[in-house]
């Protein structure tokens, strides 16, 4: 069964050229590798081919309030916006991009409902893993445990980290997410990014006229 038939009947996914697939599982691999250089040949070719790689166009919805996260995303290219609902409004959590595990943690882990809504900002391609295949793997291969903690560690360290922030002035924020994730930078459309920093666009637009004004 195709879990995105009806964002393709939309044109909300596209399949993703073939010549495209392997550097997308290179650079995954390169990142498993840098968590656990031991990596079986076995265990590489039972991800491969349990995986399955799919674009999903700017603006299409990777996962919508209520819906479980049924996948857990490699993202190769491209930038997504994870947003939750705050008082009757949505609120931007955070970005994720190429490089990154794209997820909606508690719904993924729960498997419940999401409380978060996960938008792709720009032509994004992922590699996918279902819930079920993963949990297969997992069972199958002690090394991807590893491989699954360290993630889990990387990411508990960030958010962790990122928490700080709010202690810090919009403008200390808007420097730190740039400093700690460059790749974000000039590519977070205004409406988003002032959404997570928990300002108005004015007050953004002032902010970066400073950091012009400094440079």
Not at 168 to 178: G, I, N, P, V
Request: with cysteine; net charge neutral.
């Amino acid at each position: 069964m195709n879990p995105w038939r009806y964002l393709a009947a939309k044109g909300d996914v596209e399949e993703i050229p073939f010549e495209i697939v392997g550097p997308m599982f290179s650079e995954m691999f390169q990142l498993f590798k840098a968590l656990h250089p031991q990596i079986s040949e076995s265990l590489m070719q039972e991800i491969h081919d349990r995986c399955r790689p799919v674009r999903f166009k700017k603006k299409s919805l990777i996962l919508d309030y209520g819906e479980t996260c049924g996948h857990v995303f490699f993202a190769a290219r491209g930038l997504v916006r994870a947003i939750f609902q705050r008082e009757g409004m949505e609120q931007t959590c955070w970005f994720m991009g190429e490089g990154d595990i794209v997820i909606a943690v508690e719904s993924f882990y729960s498997q419940q409902p999401s409380l978060e809504r996960l938008v792709a900002m720009e032509d994004t391609d992922c590699i996918a893993l279902s819930w079920d295949d993963l949990q297969v793997i997992y069972q199958k291969h002690v090394d991807f445990n590893i491989i699954g903690r360290k993630l889990t560690e990387l990411y508990y360290r960030q958010a962790i980290e990122r928490t700080k922030w709010v202690c810090l002035s919009a403008k200390e924020r808007y420097d730190a997410l740039f400093k700690d994730y460059p790749k974000f930078l000039n590519r977070v459309p205004d409406v988003a990014l002032a959404s997570y920093l928990g300002i108005g666009k004015s007050y953004l637009s002032k902010i970066r006229a400073d950091v012009h004004f400094q440079k």
